[in-house]
């Protein structure tokens, strides 16, 4: 069974650049989450799909932030403009439950460096 | 507000020396406290989820505890394999579907 892919692994743009990263979930989980761990920090939640529905996004940190599950598929995260702060990693995770009880399958994460 | 905080920040064992890892968090009515593993450049992996006071999980070398307050992952006779970060997690006190993680533990395991 393949696992969480995420792509790119590392990316590294210009403040005021658009960056878009992917997660390809688990085929046939219908909860996709994303993570983020900024240098020094702890992981932190961002947002919950549940199929293409936004279950949650009470994590992102604000507008210029953008989410997406076409299909309920793969997801993107739009960063639109990119910020110095939001250097760190983007972790996607996805699970079969909606609950963490059973353990969430993580992605290996996106660096993404802003200059 | 609620957190998870983990100690010590790094631990460098020689290889067979055994040790224990803490959780403490402050979140309240816990619903579920969880493990994971991370290896560098790699996203966490799942290791246990701990209901209640006097749990115990228990996988190779590793074993995880519970209290009310805080929660020990034992590493008895760790090998260099083992090294990597742990990270503790709990329950959003609202959410089922949501965690908070701790900045977890780096522990290195020398041949």
């Known amino acids: 069974e393949a696992g969480v892919t995420q792509f790119p692994s590392h990316s590294v743009i210009e403040k005021g650049q658009t960056v878009t990263l992917r997660c390809d979930p688990i085929s046939g989980h219908d909860n996709l989450y994303w993570y983020r761990r900024v240098m020094g920090k702890e992981i932190k939640f961002l947002l919950h799909?549940?199929?293409?529905?936004?279950?949650?996004e009470s994590g992102m940190p604000n507008n210029r932030f953008l989410a997406e599950r076409t299909g309920g598929t793969y997801s993107t995260l739009k960063v639109q403009p990119a910020e110095l702060e939001d250097s760190g990693v983007y972790f996607c995770a996805s699970s079969q439950e909606g609950t963490a009880n059973y353990g969430y399958t993580f992605g290996s994460g996106t660096r993404l460096t802003v200059v | 507000e609620d957190q998870v905080t983990q100690s010590p920040e790094a631990l460098r064992l020689q290889e067979g020396e055994s040790s224990s890892l803490n959780c403490s968090y402050t979140?309240?009515?816990?619903?579920?406290l969880f493990w994971y593993r991370q290896d560098p450049g790699k996203g966490p992996e799942f290791l246990f989820t701990l209901y209640s006071a006097g749990e115990e999980k228990e996988k190779e070398r590793l074993k995880a505890t519970l209290t009310k307050k805080e929660s020990f992952l034992h590493i008895t006779a760790p090998k260099p394999e083992d090294s990597a970060t742990y990270l503790c997690?709990?329950?959003?006190?609202?959410?089922?579907?949501?965690?908070?993680f701790g900045k977890g533990t780096r522990l290195h395991i020398l041949p």
């Open positions: 997690a709990v329950h959003h006190p609202n959410r089922d579907d949501k965690i908070i």
């Open positions: 979140v309240s009515g816990l619903r579920g």
């Open positions: 799909f549940v199929k293409e529905s936004k279950q949650d």
